[in-house]
C-alpha cells in the first residue's frame, strides 16, 4: 500500500497533531470552508466538500455518525449536522484520510499556530 514518502515515525507525529486539533478551532474552520454551501447538502456534495468517497459517506449515515434527512428515498444532510461530524474527534482521527481530509486538517492546524 502507498503511504507517501513519509516515514512512520513521521506518519505517527502528523497523525498526533490531528488529534491535538481543537474541535471548537475545527468548527470554526469548517463553518468558514461551507459557509457559501446550502443549508441542506445531497450525499455528492458531502463526499466533494469532505473529499471522501460518496459510498464512504454513505456508511457514515449507515452507522449513525452523520445525521440525514432522507425525502423520497434520497439522503441529504444538514450543513450543522456535517460540520457538527467533520469537526469531531471521531472524523479528524481517521486513519486512512483522503488527501483533501489532510489538507483540511493542516490549514487547521497552520490557523491555530497563527493564533
Same mark, same amino acid.
Request: glycine content about 4%.
Given at each position: =500500500?502507498? /503511504?507517501?514518502? @513519509?516515514?512512520?515515525?513521521? !506518519? /505517527?507525529? !502528523? %497523525?498526533?497533531?490531528?488529534?491535538?486539533?481543537? $474541535? #471548537?478551532? $475545527?468548527?470554526?474552520?469548517?463553518?468558514? @470552508?461551507?459557509?457559501?454551501?446550502? #443549508? &441542506?447538502?445531497? =450525499?455528492?456534495? &458531502? $463526499?466533494? &466538500?469532505?473529499?471522501?468517497?460518496? *459510498?464512504? &459517506?454513505?456508511?457514515?449515515?449507515?452507522?449513525?455518525? @452523520?445525521?440525514?434527512?432522507?425525502? *423520497?428515498?434520497?439522503?441529504?444532510? %444538514? /450543513?450543522? #449536522?456535517?460540520? !457538527?461530524?467533520?469537526?469531531?474527534? +471521531?472524523?479528524?482521527?481517521?486513519?486512512?484520510?483522503?488527501? *483533501?481530509? +489532510?489538507?483540511?486538517?493542516?490549514?487547521? @492546524? /497552520?490557523?491555530? #499556530? $497563527?493564533?
Amino acid at each position: =500500500m502507498y /503511504k507517501g514518502n @513519509l516515514t512512520r515515525s513521521e !506518519r /505517527k507525529e !502528523r %497523525t498526533r497533531q490531528y488529534y491535538s486539533i481543537d $474541535a #471548537d478551532v $475545527a468548527k470554526r474552520y469548517y463553518e468558514s @470552508l461551507l459557509k457559501e454551501e446550502p #443549508d &441542506v447538502l445531497a =450525499m455528492s456534495d &458531502v $463526499a466533494r &466538500v469532505s473529499g471522501y468517497n460518496p *459510498k464512504v &459517506v454513505h456508511r457514515w449515515t449507515l452507522s449513525g455518525d @452523520l445525521s440525514c434527512i432522507e425525502i *423520497k428515498r434520497r439522503k441529504y444532510v %444538514t /450543513k450543522n #449536522d456535517l460540520i !457538527r461530524y467533520m469537526s469531531s474527534q +471521531r472524523h479528524i482521527g481517521k486513519i486512512k484520510k483522503p488527501e *483533501k481530509h +489532510r489538507q483540511q486538517l493542516s490549514e487547521i @492546524l /497552520k490557523g491555530v #499556530d $497563527a493564533i
